[in-house]
Nanobody
Framework: QVQLVESGGGSVQAGGSLGLSCTASGISIGTADVGWYRQAPGKQRESVAIRRIGGDVIYADSVKGRFTISRDNAKNTWYLRMNNLQPEDTADYYC??????????WGQGTQVTVSS
């Protein structure tokens, strides 16, 4: 059974930093794309950052230069480092793993709150 467990998140003032991590069990992340998504209240879930198997990284325009996605295949874990957080970054953040066959898995979500 595949399970993704997130940790990190919390509350911070604008300009602050937070880190998220997502650890997979029941599957090796080495053959999958990994990513982070977020969903703010009343809004649709949106992609924040994706790190593909081959190393390509895609960031949402709104987080470029502030967020960094990384992965450690040996630890079956990927990370999102968030710097210079702003109130508009407030959302529930979800990690995602996307296998080559198109099947996707999601973490349970973790809340990030940024106050002005």
């Amino acid at each position: 059974q595949v399970q993704l467990v997130e940790s990190g998140g919390g509350s911070v003032q604008a300009g602050g930093s937070l880190g998220l991590s997502c650890t997979a069990s029941g599957i090796s992340i080495g053959t999958a794309d990994v990513g982070w998504y977020r969903q703010a209240p009343g809004k649709q879930r949106e992609s924040v950052a994706i790190r593909r198997i081959g190393g390509d990284v895609i960031y949402a325009d709104s987080v470029k230069g502030r967020f960094t996605i990384s992965r450690d295949n040996a630890k079956n874990t990927w990370y999102l480092r968030m710097n210079n957080l702003q109130p508009e970054d407030t959302a529930d953040y979800y990690c995602q793993l996307l296998r080559r066959n198109g099947r996707e898995y999601w973490g349970q979500g973790t809340q990030v709150t940024v106050s002005s």
